[in-house]
């Protein structure tokens, strides 16, 4: 996209036994969706794991140790030149092409969530051409993650169309996590009445509720759960992404 790098962390969703058939092949091994965010401080509030429905997946080994990452062809390509690759150059491609589709209900674990397990839902705006295709939900602090988890909730039809059960989407509420001034503690819900976002779709809206929470939360928000809590976002951020990196809940991907 822009000329700088971007730097995103990817979260090791663990994939859990049993695995979705597309999955099968790879059974016990280690298996991971790789979750790409520019906000780890709000992995506490994560509900479920976003894929696009229509976009192509692989399953590609990243270390010595056997893990499997799931995710786009071409942020494998991008990952294996990343100074920790071991193998450096190299892409391991164990399965695939596959569709996304076919990787929801899948059950996850999520680092850091008060939500054990979390399922792999579709949205229709994650990209296969930025981070991994593979988004985390967090719908207290994203605008986008609410509002497509409120779409599930709120549209029967749309849960039929992609074969999504109850089970995965009803029970997860979004988890105050940030106190941000004016916005209060689920900031992405109060940005999406504000603007009056009724879809998914409402791009233009989305991307102004974006902007607004994900500044305010960045330079007023404070921290209300964790080891963190009371502490602003600013000085918390860096330890909590230092701390899932130390714990190899995440590894760092630039593009
Ligand atoms: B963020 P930038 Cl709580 N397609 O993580 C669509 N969106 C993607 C994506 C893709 N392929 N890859 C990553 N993203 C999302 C958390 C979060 C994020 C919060 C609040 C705001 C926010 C939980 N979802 O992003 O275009 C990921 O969602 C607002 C900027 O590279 C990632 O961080 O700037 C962010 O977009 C990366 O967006």
């Not at 949205?123 to 988890?149: C, E, N, W």
């Not at 928000?221 to 701390?243: E, F, Y």
Request: include cysteine; charge should be negative.
């Amino acid at each position: 996209e822009g000329v700088q790098p971007q730097e995103y962390v990817l979260i090791k969703l663990a994939v859990l036994e049993p695995f979705p058939s597309v999955l099968e092949p790879l059974s016990g091994r280690r298996v991971f969706l790789a979750a790409a965010t520019l906000r780890p401080e709000t992995m506490y509030g994560q509900t479920n794991c976003w894929i696009a429905p229509e976009g192509s997946y692989g399953a590609y080994q990243v270390n010595a140790a056997g893990d499997v990452f799931i995710m786009t062809e071409r942020a494998a390509r991008n990952l294996a030149y990343q100074a920790w690759s071991p193998t450096f150059g190299q892409i391991c491609c164990l399965l695939g092409p596959f569709l996304g589709r076919e990787l929801i209900g899948t059950a996850v674990r999520a680092p850091l969530s008060v939500y054990h397990p979390v399922y792999v839902l579709p949205m229709t705006s994650v990209s296969t051409g930025k981070g991994t295709g593979i988004v985390t939900s967090v719908p207290s602090d994203s605008p986008d993650d609410y509002r497509a988890l409120q779409d599930l909730k709120e549209k029967p039809a749309f849960r039929q169309k992609f074969g999504v059960a109850d089970a995965w989407v009803l029970p997860f509420e979004a988890v105050p996590i940030i106190e941000v001034p004016e916005f209060g503690s689920l900031s992405a819900q109060a940005a999406c009445i504000k603007y009056k976002i009724h879809s998914q779709n409402d791009r233009e809206l989305l991307d102004k509720a974006k902007e607004e929470i994900y500044l305010r939360g960045f330079y007023d928000g404070i921290l209300l759960v964790g080891p963190h809590a009371s502490q602003r976002v600013q000085t918390a951020k860096p330890l909590i992404r230092q701390a899932l990196l130390d714990q190899d809940d995440a590894v760092l991907y630039s593009e």
